[in-house]
C-alpha cells in the first residue's frame, strides 16, 4: 500500500524592510496590512535625517536583531540627501551588509507618480514629481499626518494601479539609466522580492476599489 504523502508547506523566508522616514514606514505597513503580507515586517529608521551610511547601518542592526532572511533599506536620494554617484558607491557597502537598497531618484514621491502614468523624460526635480502627485491625489502630502488621517486607504486606493506602476517604472527606468547611469527606482526588485517571499495578494477582506 503506497504511503500518503505529507503536505508539508515550506516558509518562503522573511522580509525587512527599513524606511528613511516614517512616513513611508505607514504607507508599506498599509500594504502589508491590505495584502496580508504576514512574513513583511517594515519598521522606520528612527530619524528622518539619516545619510545613506547611517540608514544602512541602521538596517543592518535591525537585521541582525531579528535574523530575516531578505532585508532592504528604502529611501528617497532627497531624503537621505545622496546624489547618483553615492548611491553608485554606497551600492557595494550595502551589498557587504547584505541589505538591498529601495530607492527613488529624485524622491519616493516618484513611486506614486509612476501609478498615475508613464513618465517619458527623466525628471531630476522632486517638486515637479511631488505637484504631479498633489494635482491628481486630493489633499495629498507624504506626511504621517496626511497617511494617518485622509490618507489612510492611500495603498489600497492605488492598488489596482500597481501592476501598471511596475511596469512603467521598469520602462522608465530603462530610459533614466542610459542618462545617469543609474536606474531611477528599484521598487521591481523589491517587487520581486514580495512576491517571492510572500506570494501574491490577498485582497479578498477589501471591497473599496479606486475612483
Known sequence: MAKR??????????????????AEAIYFNQMRKDCRYMNLTVEWA??????????????????????????????GLDEVKADIAEVKEMQEYAERKKINLCWFNPCFELWFALHLGALNAYVSDAQVIRERVKGAIKGFEMTPEYLLTGGLNLHLQLFSRHATADLNARNYNDNVKIQTGLEATTMPLFDECIQNVCGQADMSHNQKAFK
Open 46 to 75: 528612527g530619524s528622518d535625517n539619516l545619510d545613506l551610511k547611517h540608514l544602512i547601518d541602521v538596517t543592518s542592526r535591525k537585521k541582525l536583531a531579528g535574523r530575516y532572511q531578505f532585508v532592504w533599506a528604502l529611501f
Open 5 to 22: 504523502k505529507k503536505n508539508i508547506t515550506e516558509a518562503k523566508g522573511t522580509i525587512l524592510l527599513v524606511t528613511a522616514t516614517r
